[in-house]
């Protein structure tokens, strides 16, 4: 299948990540066709977090600084709890996920990742989910909270934990062939 042919999609993500969060995104939008890259603040690999321990290591193709929202059509932004709460400090991180949000392209966060979103401005008005832990985490940042697999809102597309990850993937690369999405400024 190549409905995603001549897409680029960029994954970010440091240690810690939600293994099955990167690497069932990573491989199904990769089977639909499209180019898919890991960036992070580390180079070499990044080490996932798999069930109640450390999983196993995924190459890192971009540093996160050599990384421009410019060449790619999407986002994905994996969960975990350490790997998000770890990139919301991480101010070069967070310019570039507002970047493909400001540039009206496909911003996708899964479990722990909506952090992110909140810190970007982007939670603020927008309907969202993410992991039940973090509810009211976005309901304080001014998003309109659902318990739902799936829910995107203008090409913002998250989802609550692994078990949702056929449906997110589905529906990034709905958004992804929908092309740019006009919204409001974060």
């Not at 290591?57 to 986002?75: C, F, Q």
């Not at 998000?84 to 507002?98: C, H, Q, V």
């Not at 597309?157 to 990850?165: G, I, Y």
């Amino acid at each position: 299948m190549s409905q995603l042919a001549g897409k680029n999609i960029l994954i970010l993500a440091t240690n810690g990540f939600e293994q099955s969060e990167l690497e069932v995104p990573q491989a199904k939008l990769k089977e639909a066709g499209a180019t898919v890259h890991v960036a992070s603040p580390e180079s070499g690999e990044i080490k996932g977090w798999d069930n109640k321990d450390w999983g196993c290591a995924v190459k890192v193709d971009k540093a996160l600084d050599a990384v421009d929202a410019a060449s790619y059509d999407a986002i994905v932004l994996p969960g975990g709890q350490m790997n998000p709460d770890t990139l919301r400090g991480n101010d070069a991180a967070l310019a570039l996920i507002k970047a493909f949000f400001d540039q009206g392209k496909v911003v996708a966060a899964v479990c722990h990742a909506p952090w992110l979103l909140i810190d970007t401005g982007i939670a603020k008005g927008r309907k969202l989910t993410s992991y039940k832990t973090i509810k009211q985490d976005l309901i304080n940042a001014g998003a309109n909270w659902q318990d739902a697999e799936v829910i995107s809102d203008k090409g913002v597309v998250t989802s609550r934990k692994p078990d949702d990850l056929p449906a997110f993937v589905a529906k990034i690369i709905e958004e992804i062939l929908e092309g740019r999405h006009e919204r409001e400024a974060a």
